[in-house]
Nanobody, 121 residues
Framework: QVQLVESGGGLVQAGGSLRPSCAAS????????MAWFRQGPGKDREFIGY????????NYADSVKGRFTISWDNAKNTMYLQMNSLKPEDTAVYYC??????????????WGQGTQVTVSS
């Protein structure tokens, strides 16, 4: 099994920054690709970006490109999402995910419980 635990959400004013984290554990955890998603009120789940542990390659959705940065700490098995220049429309529950499912776009085997990010105007 794999456990993913997010933390670091909160309330911030527009233009501010937050850095949620996602700590991974479990004997089955494999350092290959991890991703961040979010789901705003009344909206579908939205892909934010992913990181490939080997080499650190990242890819982002256009809605967050240039404002959000995904990184990881090998020693801590932890992925981070640095969010800058936050906007009210970034308000959502943010989820991390691990172990992509082959052939299923946006499909991941393991998900965290989510952390709430609220951006006030």
């Amino acid at each position: 099994q794999v456990q993913l635990v997010e933390s670091g959400g909160g309330l911030v004013q527009a233009g501010g920054s937050l850095r949620p984290s996602c700590a991974a554990s479990g004997r089955a955890f494999s350092r290959n690709i991890m991703a961040w998603f979010r789901q705003g009120p009344g909206k579908d789940r939205e892909f934010i970006g992913y990181i490939i542990w080997s080499g650190g390659y990242t890819n982002y959705a256009d809605s967050v490109k240039g404002r959000f940065t995904i990184s990881w700490d090998n020693a801590k098995n932890t992925m981070y999402l640095q969010m800058n220049s936050l906007k009210p429309e970034d308000t959502a529950v943010y989820y991390c995910a691990a172990h992509p499912v082959a052939g299923v776009p946006g499909g991941y085997e393991y998900w965290g419980q989510g952390t709430q990010v609220t951006v006030s105007s």
